[in-house]
T-cell receptor
Framework: NAGVTQTPKFQVLKTGQSMTLQCAQD?????MSWYRQDPGMGLRLIHY???????DQGEVPNGYNVSRSTTEDFPLRLLSAAPSQTSVYFC???????????????FGSGTQLSVL | KNEVEQSPQNLTAQEGEFITINCSYS?????LHWLQQHPGGGIVSLFM???GKKKHGRLIATINIQEKHSSLHITASHPRDSAVYIC??????????FGKGTLLTVNP
């Protein structure tokens, strides 16, 4: 099992460019999520999904788009990148999303994104 | 929203020392997570606990639900334990609130 796979590992964009961060898991997890990690702050939830065709907003969704067409994949799209989106992005999954009660989260290795 | 506070923010220890990292939260929860992040690396779940104590190798996690407090202990610390340790608690289902992390450096 590869677990949670994120690509790319590093990316540099110019302001206004668009890109997609890829996330795939092979554990048959229903729940997938995207976080951003900024210096001096805890991880913040961007968007999450509890199954194919179902997505919802997290704490900081503005400027990001997601879709979930398959159980395995949960891409994060930046439609028009801004310097404020410079951050490290993590994808994470769990069996059904009950992370507040009884499920561990499995994280990808992260994507370091710089927007100039 | 739950407020999660970790202390200390930074911790430097000598190899072999006993280490304690603390996590306090403001609203009652069902479970608390401890995570480990090595420099430039991904994030790994160490523990999830809802009561009492859990042990894995040299790591021990405890939680006091009434006092809204958890501790992560590392016995006989080693330089490979150097990492950021993150505490997270559940809010509504599907969502966690994360602490800012504790940067641990263990010198040989």
């Amino acid at each position: 099992n590869a677990g949670v796979t994120q690509t790319p590992k590093f990316q540099v964009l110019k302001t206004g460019q668009s890109m997609t961060l890829q996330c795939a898991q092979d554990m048959n997890h229903e729940y997938m999520s995207w976080y951003r990690q900024d210096p001096g702050m805890g991880l913040r939830l961007i968007h999450y999904s509890v199954g194919a065709g179902i997505t919802d907003q997290g704490e900081v969704p503005n400027g990001y788009n997601v879709s979930r067409s398959t159980t395995e994949d949960f891409p994060l799209r930046l439609l028009s990148a801004a310097p404020s989106q410079t951050s490290v992005y993590f994808c994470a999954s769990s069996y059904s999303g009950h992370v507040a009660t009884n499920e561990k989260l499995f994280f990808g290795s992260g994507t370091q994104l710089s927007v100039l | 929203k739950n407020e999660v506070e970790q202390s200390p923010q930074n911790l430097t220890a000598q190899e072999g020392e006993f280490i304690t990292i603390n996590c306090s939260y403001s609203v009652g929860i069902s479970a608390l997570h401890w995570l480990q992040q090595h420099p430039g690396g991904g994030i790994v779940s160490l523990f999830m606990l809802s009561s009492g104590k859990k042990k894995h190798g040299r790591l021990i996690a405890t939680i006091n639900i009434q006092e809204k407090h958890s501790s992560l202990h590392i016995t006989a610390s080693h330089p490979r334990d150097s990492a950021v340790y993150i505490c997270a608690v559940g809010g509504s289902n599907y969502k966690l609130t994360f602490g800012k992390g504790t940067l641990l450096t263990v010198n040989p």
